[in-house]
């Protein structure tokens, strides 16, 4: 017989009916809710039911988000619950938590809107009126003319500016969309003088809730401000291997993350390492969220603007992105969906006035590389191409070193396409601007790099590039090799740990009596360590917090012994690809006689910033074959004494001989 359900437990049945239909009713009339714009006079406020953005009219900056009713950024708020702006005004503000720069307590880019405080008023401006098309999008713009002003009070800025340069900074916001897309348009007119752009990003801190960061799968942990005092330089990842990442609540199971669906405004290609989250460095330590368009960690990037040169530049959009779950793991998931389910909606329609083809003015360019070396085979590893612009000479003004040649490893300038390759050598590259530009491909187990240049691209049309040769370089045979041509130290010992502060003391710990490697013995997994730094004297040496390791340290040779059959003649070219830098030199003995040094080292910090690549560059030092002699011969390394943070990060060595 069947038991009727007590007055308690229908209750409860209709209490849970009531809490799914109001769910569903929430979230249904939510979703279809339209976009609108409010104003008063200093604030622009986009809403549609899911999340609210409030853009200050002076700067544009965010300064407020809220979804699920909570405030997201670390604003700080009156007793009204709304942004206190006397506190924390919007624009240049020197006077902030971090002194000496502008800061604020919620979302902002470094050059803003406004310029240096008091000099001129920005435009503020619907671009996209949501009255016009039913609700469902709307954006608002907020836009500084430089007039010979420079823009910029951030990091890196003084008080009159840096970067001489129009900025329109845009927020957008769509039906149904949780989260707010953001961008920003530099333009340089021809009348502006010549302009140096500093560090560049967009910055978010958060609410204090946040105490769950999710910058890449390796940097995915519960950091509360107890731990606020990490060294943030052991947090930075690989750009382009992240396009979501952000924070997320294990008390109020929301997150909040930056989504960038595409990687062509970002400077460096494919092996920039940057912060992308960290706790701010002010009092309050902050959940911080930072998208880097414009790097100035481990060898930095370059944009500069010569005088009388037109020149603009989209950074973005990209999405701030805010969700709910019931872990750090499922936002973290959802934001990495969402991040591509952006990207195949790239480029967007919505974007309109700016220097931003739409789908149909770009181009796609495919094509195979076909391989042409004696003993690597044609299928390739890792395979990454890209379309950059030529390299070229930045101008600087005069007195500090007037040109720097630029390549796309530090170019900051111009828009950067890539896509990763086949294992047959094939690639597509989507969605490329009209344009001339270089082909560059690189690829594991290949030293050195493809180019093409003169690569047209015409509106709106595909290019086929067909077969492309690649015959990497040779000096003639190869006599032996050390690691794997990848672009970073990760293969050799200890590279797995590579944002351990104390690596380079580790280092005369663990090979007190210094390298000794064996060719056709020793395994570079197990023999040769990482970071090849000054042996460390200092007893009491230790890691400090963004200087690394201060400490002094002896001279440091590693000892490469290998066999030859017969005494050699010609020429020997010793290759060696460096993944990071700060010595000045490396020299070189075989069987005790001096050979020479590797010189022109680019230097980095990608040591002393526990970073696994910086700028990948190769030398080479050719020396006369007869030092070497038939039987057993040793080709010694040796960085100077100094800091230990003046060391090298090998990516990989090769001896060649031309006989």
């Known amino acids: 017989m069947k038991m009727k359900d007590s007055p308690k437990d229908m209750a409860l049945k209709m209490l849970g009916l009531f809490m799914i239909l109001s769910f569903f009713f929430v979230s249904c009339t939510t979703k279809e809710q339209p976009v609108t714009i409010t104003e008063d006079a200093e604030t622009y406020t986009l809403d549609n039911g899911i999340v609210t953005a409030m853009v200050a009219k002076t700067s544009g900056d965010l300064v407020s988000l809220r979804y699920q ?95 001489m340069s129009d900025i329109e900074i845009r927020y957008s916001l769509g039906k149904g969309e949780s989260g707010v897309y953001t961008y920003s348009v530099f333009t340089h007119q021809p009348e502006y003088d010549l302009t140096v752009l500093g560090e560049a990003r967009f910055a978010a801190k958060l609410n204090d809730f946040f105490d769950w960061m999710s910058i890449s799968e390796k940097q995915n942990f519960y950091y509360p401000v107890e731990k606020r005092f990490i060294d943030k330089y052991v947090l930075t990842v690989v750009q382009s291997e992240n396009r979501a990442f952000g924070w997320s609540s294990t008390t109020e199971n929301v997150g909040l993350f930056f989504i960038n669906p595409s990687m062509e405004y970002m400077s460096g290609g494919p092996t920039k390492v940057e912060f992308q989250g960290h706790r701010d460095t002010n009092p309050v330590a902050a959940p911080t969220i930072l998208n880097y368009w414009k790097s100035s960690h481990y060898g930095g990037a370059t944009l500069t603007v010569d005088e009388g040169e037109a020149w603009e530049k989209v950074v973005g959009p990209f999405l701030i992105y805010a969700n709910a779950g019931d872990s750090p793991g499922a936002m973290f998931t959802d934001a990495k969906k969402q991040a591509a389910a952006e990207t195949e909606k790239w480029p967007y329609s919505w974007v309109d006035g700016v220097d931003y083809p739409s789908a149909e003015e770009r181009a796609t360019v495919k094509g195979k590389l076909v391989l042409n070396d004696p003993i690597t085979d044609n299928n390739f590893s890792n395979l990454s191409v890209g379309l950059t612009a030529p390299e070229y000479e930045a101008v600087y003004p005069a007195g500090t070193g007037n040109r720097r040649p630029v390549n796309w490893q530090r170019d900051a300038k111009h828009y950067q396409f890539w896509t990763d390759g086949n294992a047959d050598g094939t690639f597509e590259i989507d969605n490329v601007h009209p344009g001339e530009y270089s082909l560059y491909a690189f690829a594991d187990g290949v030293l050195g790099e493809f180019l093409k240049t003169d690569v047209v691209v015409t509106e709106g049309e595909n290019l086929d590039l067909g077969n492309l040769t690649w015959t990497p370089v040779r000096h003639g045979e190869q006599v032996w090799e050390i690691g794997i041509p990848n672009r970073n130290a990760s293969e050799f010992f200890k590279g797995d740990e590579y944002n351990n502060p104390e690596s380079p003391i580790m280092y005369a710990e663990l090979f007190p009596d210094d390298v000794h490697y064996t060719i056709g013995e020793s395994d570079f997994r197990e023999d040769w360590y990482f970071q090849h730094v000054p042996h460390n004297t200092d007893s009491e ?53 001096p050979a020479g040094s590797i010189e022109d080292l680019i230097r980095d910090g990608a040591i002393a910033r526990h970073g696994k690549q910086g700028i990948w560059h190769q030398r080479s030092l050719s020396f006369n074959a007869a030092l070497m002699k038939e039987g057993e011969n040793t080709l010694t390394l040796t960085v100077p004494a100094g800091s230990l943070n003046d060391g090298v990060m090998y990516d990989y060595i090769r001896l060649e001989l031309d006989e």
Do not use: C
């Open 541 to 593: 040496a230790e890691p400090l917090p963004y200087r690394g390791v201060p400490a002094e340290g002896r001279a440091t040779p590693y000892t490469i012994t290998f066999d030859m059959p017969s005494a050699p003649e010609g020429t020997a070219t010793l290759r060696a690809a460096i993944s990071g830098n700060g010595a000045e030199k490396i020299d070189v003995e075989v069987n005790g006689k």
């Open 69 to 163: 009713d909570k405030e997201m950024l670390a604003t700080w708020l009156t007793s009204k619950g709304e942004p206190d702006l006397q506190r924390d005004p919007p624009g240049q503000n020197f006077w902030g938590m971090n002194r000496g720069m502008t800061d604020h307590q919620y979302g902002f880019w470094s050059h803003d809107a406004m310029g240096p405080r008091g000099t001129q008023a920005a435009i503020p401006t619907i671009t996209i009126n949501p009255e016009t098309n039913g609700g469902e999008r709307a954006e608002v713009s907020i836009k500084g003319i430089s007039k010979g002003r420079k823009m910029g009070t951030g990091p890196g800025a003084d008080a009159d500016g840096q970067f």
